[in-house]
Each structure stands twice: as C-alpha cells, then as structure tokens.
C-alpha cells in the first residue's frame, strides 16, 4: 500500500484536523491509499490470507447466514485484505487480525455515508461555509470523487470494539470510520471524523494538576 497525496484532500484535512468549537473539538482526517504492495505487504498479505483461509477450512459447515460465508469468494478476501492493510499502514504499531476486523467491517450505501457525514458535521459545516462560501459536504464529495470515483466505489464503515479500536480518543463523544474502496482502480480512501469534549479533556489536566501539587504537600510535610 502506498500513501497518494491529493491537494484537494489536503485542504480539507488542514481545515478540519483539529477544528476548535469551544467546548467541543471535531477532527477528521483523510487519507488516500493505493493498493499497489510495498515493503512487508506481500508477506503480510500472504500472512492475511492464510489467517482467512484457516478460518474458513474449520467452518466448513457454515450456512448463508454466516458472517464470513461471503469470504469464500476470493475477490471479497482480497477486499478484505486490502482494508486491513490499509489499517496496517495507518496504524503500523497495533497488530490487526483479519477475522477480527472482518467482524467490525460493515458495507455502507454512498447515501448513508453522506447523511451521516452531514448530520454529525453539521458544526463544522457552518465553520466551512463561514471561511470558504460553500458546502463542505459537496466539497468531500468531490475530492472524493477525485480519487476514487465514488459512484464505482463500495463503501465500508469500521465500527470495532473498545479493545480494537486504535482511532479511539480520550473524551471522544462520538466516532466514525469510513474506507471507501474502488476495486478497478485499486484505491482505498479512509475517512475518519470525531468529536472530543474540550472540557473532558481539561478535567484531566486538572486532575493531573491536582495529583502534582498533591504530591509536593506530602514531600514537604515530616512524616
């Protein structure tokens, strides 16, 4: 997998990287990836899909019903596969499981993924149309669509547990994960936006401020 960069991308990540609401924070980052092995990929993606195919040989008897019953079809293991590669390289210290991630994976429709982005960034979207003059929406559509062509693209959103979860912040109110993923073009593009209480994580400062002053008290007193 290697790192594209794409100005239009860029903007958005510098505008919206740590966007101060007062007593809120909303942060989201956007990167594109091309699918193209680099480095330990081929290793590792061999490694992925002998994870998957293990899985597989002792589930024999799984019926349709079975969340990696579609994983027999080799075009959705290296879908799979490409996605946790993508973590991989966004994340290159946590150890990612294949079977694990493919439990958190769900396909998202191009319209849910827009409804959810406006609705949660609804804040933000005010600030950008503040400084820019239009949409902020249509301006992600676009960049989007500048690299991987979002009508061909299948959409997936991350949704793992708090133990699996590297995106996680301290005081984060809410969180999403989004991989959209153009099969013809061999790109993936991650888009990730959050939102942290400002005042969450100023109660830790002061608990940490409390905790030190503490400690000086106690090593001046005669004990």
Known sequence: MKYLEYTPLERLNDFLS?????????KCCL??????????????????????????????????SSPAEYLLSRSSRKTLIYL???????????????????????EESLDAFKQIFETYMFEASKEWAVEHGNSLLETLCKALDEVVKLPECEIYSYDPD????????????????FFLYNRKLKRVVSVRFCCLS???????????MAYEDDGEIFDDMDM
């Not at 740590?18 to 909303?26: A, F, K, M, S, V």
């Not at 390289?89 to 294949?98: G, L, Q, W």
């Not at 590297?166 to 969180?175: D, M, R």
């Open 18 to 26: 740590n966007l101060n609401l007062g007593e809120r924070t909303i």
């Open 31 to 64: 990167e594109a990836y091309s699918c193209k092995h680099t480095g330990t990929d081929k290793k590792l993606s061999l490694s992925l899909e002998n994870e998957i195919l293990g899985y597989l040989g002792k589930s024999s008897d799984m019926d349709s």
């Open 84 to 106: 946790v590669l993508t973590l991989y390289h966004m994340y290159p210290d946590y150890d990612f499981s294949a079977m694990k991630a493919h439990q958190f994976f769900t």
């Open 162 to 177: 708090f133990d699996a979860d590297p995106f996680l912040e301290k005081g984060a109110i809410w969180s999403f994960n």
């Open 198 to 208: 400002n005042l969450v994580a100023e109660g830790f400062l002061m608990d940490n």
